[in-house]
């Protein structure tokens, strides 16, 4: 009998109750709101309370000893395969405890808030399946002990995301935005999983333990020329390649990110979704689970790089420029706050690249955290837009007939003093985007990977991976900061720029029904609680040198460093206190937000007035502002370079060529030709067989007409024959007896 | 003593005699009558042979008396035939009953 409160079992639980919850919702409860809001948020908080129970046994806080360097594990023999056996199993390490720290938290605040923002849509019993669905599968990627495992959670998440992207399919561009994002995703995961298969053909197994805590193997692996370019590069460094394809698609990194910002057509919470706790977090996190392989013959403390690492450096960080630059340039509030995420995403892969193996789970957490609390702070916004929207629209009788897009920021502002709870909210989550020093999580987890950066760019080669993903994620949070602040500004400082934005939050106080009420109870108390973890969360990662709170939080070494690097095999070097790259973090944070108040906040923009940046831009270079506002044109440019020639391939090449022309050809030849021999065949069987099988009979009968014509039925012409008969035969018989004589 | 060949030659032309009435006559009584003068030039013929050729057995006699036998009988059935057709189509023409053929 299995203990399931061993927490060696503990793990296969925990993405159970959101997939049943799914699958209840699908079959059953699709018809009542109560029971699917019941089923939904008691399956997800009864996860985050197993996960918690899980964290707190391996933190050795509860129940037990810490983790340490062992881990959380049981399998199942899943698949015979051959002389061997598929294993699947659950893993929890340190690097899996963290995570279940933040995803089932975020799942959970996410839940509770899509109560509240979905309350009044037609189909928001579906919304509840497709989100329980995708919690289950990121929670199965979560605990998962092997790749192939990881991958079915990667897949079904993908899966979701499509579905729940394209949610309100009614419109034509939500409903292209699902299939832009499965698109994308689907030729990133298709490379990964090539990258699997070829792992799994030389290492024989897939659980990660197995693969990442033998030596001997990585060694091996790194030394073995690749099936394909093998004399650039090692087996280990293809497999690594091809799986860093698969988070530069799920990841939205460049340049397979453009389905990121698109993704915004989905619901608000999915939005949140999909950015903090689970799709493209799960992408950051493989990697970062991963990287022992794609660290394999490199050391990057070192200076000593392979391809994954530096494609992942490169990429990293030119992403997170790419996009911070980019988001500047928006005025969807959604649409920032994606541009925000790949930045940092980018921001992760490049420290991952570098070697920075603990600062990326940590900014991976705390990003997390505050992206989940932005995007729904952002709903809250656009429910109160939306509110204020429908008021204007009542009170003055269709006299602003022409409707806003109530989530552009430059029909907003003045929020901060209609809708309080969510300003703050936002300010919480938008400074630790900002990376405000000290007292907001983005800053310490910022800082580390900054930190690692210049510590490495210090000690190895000139310009080295190092020193460029330093100098770009410098300018980076820069910019992130700078964005973040024109966010805030635009949306909650000033005045209301448009009449909805007037009203935005309004409670009606001649109808107080809770339907009036733009931001209800379901929706403010997520946004406070995750407002709580934006702030604190950081605090469990600061350097132990650090002046003063160094002393406060880490006594005893950097607690997440300390914790985390128990999932690796060897433990991660720590990186010396260094003034330099705090100031800069400093600098680069406070200076954006500076720059950002001075913009946009000290004189906020009036209705109508155009964008500061675009003014200062314009005077460099016209073309400057709008090729960031249209994304640097990639969209357009995969348009013609992709989607046109496919849709050109398979309507001309394929279907007007090969089908009609070539497969239609060859049918209709061998049709015709079928009919051809058909009718030559018809014709012999016409003349010669039936000529030979009629002409029997027929001629039977014909002589059968004219013999029967001697039956005359007169008895004395019968007679008449008998006797002539009887006369030539007396006659023979009488020739030959004489003949015989 | 009248040698044999006249006994044959007075049976085959009494056998010719039957043999052109029943195949010249169109009325079906004298067709049966022509049969029975046909057996009869038979019966001579059997009574000659066997007076000069076997006198010592019996067996052309006991031949002939059979023979009578079976016209007798022959001829009963044929006029019960006869009336039977008679009844049916008024007619005793033998090329009248000519249902059975082609």
Redesign the interface.
Same mark, same amino acid.
């Given at each position: 009998m299995i203990d399931w409160t061993n927490a060696n079992f503990l793990p296969w639980l925990i993405p159970v109750p959101p997939l049943i919850a799914s699958a209840l919702i699908f079959l059953l409860f699709n018809r009542s709101w109560f029971l699917t809001t019941l089923t939904a948020l008691a399956a997800t908080i009864l996860s985050w309370g197993m996960s918690l129970a899980v964290l707190l046994r391996a933190l050795g806080l509860a129940f037990g000893d810490p983790l340490g360097g062992s881990a959380f594990s049981s399998q199942i023999a899943w698949m015979d395969t051959g002389t061997t056996q598929f294993n699947i199993g659950v893993l929890v390490d340190p690097l899996t405890a963290v995570m279940l720290f933040m995803v089932p938290l975020a799942i959970s605040m996410i839940m509770i808030y899509s109560v509240g923002y979905m309350a009044n849509d037609p189909r928001r019993e579906r919304f509840f399946g497709y989100m329980a669905l995708f919690a289950g599968a990121m929670l199965t990627l979560v605990v998962a002990d092997n790749l192939l495992l990881l991958f079915i959670g990667w897949e079904v998440m993908g899966f979701c995301s499509y579905s729940l992207i394209g949610f309100w399919f009614e419109k034509e561009s939500a409903h292209k935005a699902g299939v832009k994002a499965f698109m994308t995703t689907r030729v990133a995961d298709v490379i990964m999983l090539i990258g699997i298969v070829y792992l799994f053909a030389q290492a024989g197994t897939l659980n990660f333990r197995d693969i990442f805590f033998n030596h001997e193997f990585l060694a091996e692996l790194a030394s073995t020329p690749a099936l394909i370019f093998g004399g650039a590069i090692s087996a280990a460094g293809l497999i690594g390649v091809f799986l860093v394809i698969g988070t530069v698609g799920k990841s939205a990194q460049f340049p397979l990110h453009v389905w990121l910002p698109d993704a915004m057509e989905g619901p608000t919470p999915v939005s949140a979704m999909i950015h903090a706790a689970a799709m493209v977090s799960a992408g950051i996190y493989m990697i970062i689970r991963m990287y022992p392989l794609l660290a394999a013959g490199a050391d990057p403390h070192h200076g000593i790089y392979n391809a994954p690492l530096m494609l992942m450096a490169y990429v990293g960080a030119f992403t997170a420029l790419f996009a911070a630059i980019i988001a500047v340039a928006q005025n969807d509030i959604k649409r920032i706050l994606a541009y925000s995420t790949i930045s940092q995403l980018g921001f992760m892969m490049a420290a991952l690249g570098i070697g920075a193996y603990v600062a990326a789970a940590f900014h991976l957490i705390t990003h997390g955290i505050f992206k989940a609390l932005l995007f729904m702070s952002s709903g809250a916004v656009i429910h109160a837009m939306e509110h204020g929207e429908h008021h204007a629209h009542a009170e003055h009788h269709g006299e602003h007939a022409a409707p806003i897009d109530v989530q552009d920021i430059r029909s907003m502002g003045g929020l901060r003093q209609r809708i309080p709870v969510t300003w703050w909210a936002f300010l919480a989550g938008g400074m630790a985007l900002a990376g405000f020093p000290l007292i907001t999580a983005g800053f310490w987890s910022k800082d580390e990977i900054l930190a690692e950066a210049w510590h490495l760019g210090v000690g190895g080669e000139w310009f080295g991976p190092a020193v460029f993903v330093f100098i770009l994620l410098a300018v980076a949070a820069f910019l992130t900061a700078f964005y973040t602040t024109r966010q805030l500004a635009m949306v909650f400082g000033g005045q209301p720029r448009t009449a909805a934005a007037e009203h935005a939050g309004f409670v009606d106080p001649e109808h107080p029904t809770p339907a009036a009420q733009a931001i209800s109870g379901f929706m403010q108390g997520p946004l406070l609680v995750l407002a709580v973890f934006a702030v604190i969360a950081g605090f469990v990662g600061v350097h132990p040198d650090f002046p003063l709170l160094g002393a406060i939080f880490s006594p005893y070494g950097n607690p997440f460093h300390n914790f985390v690097t128990g999932t690796l095999a060897e433990e991660m070097p720590k990186v010396a206190f260094n003034w330099l790259p705090v100031l800069i973090s400093f600098l680069v944070a406070l200076g954006g937000i500076w720059a950002g108040w001075m913009v946009y906040w000290r004189r906020p923009l009036a209705a109508g007035q155009e964008d500061p940046t675009k003014v200062a831009l314009d005077r460099v270079s016209p073309a400057l502002y709008t090729a960031m506002q249209r994304k640097f044109y990639l969209d357009e440019l995969y348009n013609a370079a992709f989607v046109r020639p496919a849709q050109w391939i398979s309507d001309v090449l394929v279907a007007q060529i090969v089908d009609r022309g070539i497969i239609d050809g060859v049918l209709h030849f061998i049709a015709r030709a079928a009919t051809v021999i058909g009718e030559t065949f018809k014709r012999f069987n016409r003349v010669v067989i039936d000529g030979v099988g009629d002409g029997i009979p027929s001629g039977i009968a014909r002589f059968g007409g004219w013999f029967r014509q001697l039956q005359s039925g007169q008895v004395q012409q019968y007679l008449l024959m008998a006797l002539l008969s009887a006369l030539v035969i007396g006659m023979v018989v009488f020739v030959r007896l004489i003949g015989r004589g | 003593m009248v040698p044999l060949w006249m006994y044959l030659v007075v049976a085959a032309a009494l056998f010719c005699l039957g $043999?052109f009435t $029943? *195949?010249a006559r169109r009325n079906a009584v004298a067709?049966l009558m022509g049969v029975e003068l046909m057996l009869n030039a038979v019966n001579i013929n059997l009574v000659a042979f066997w007076r000069f050729v076997t006198p010592a057995t019996m067996m052309g006699q006991a031949f002939v008396v059979f023979v009578f036998v079976v016209a007798a009988a022959e001829a009963a059935v044929g006029l019960a035939l006869i009336i039977a057709i008679y009844r049916r189509r008024q007619s005793v023409v +033998?090329?009248d +009953?000519? *249902?059975?053929?082609?």
């Open positions: - | $043999v $029943v *195949l067709i +033998a090329d +009953a000519n *249902l059975l053929k082609w």
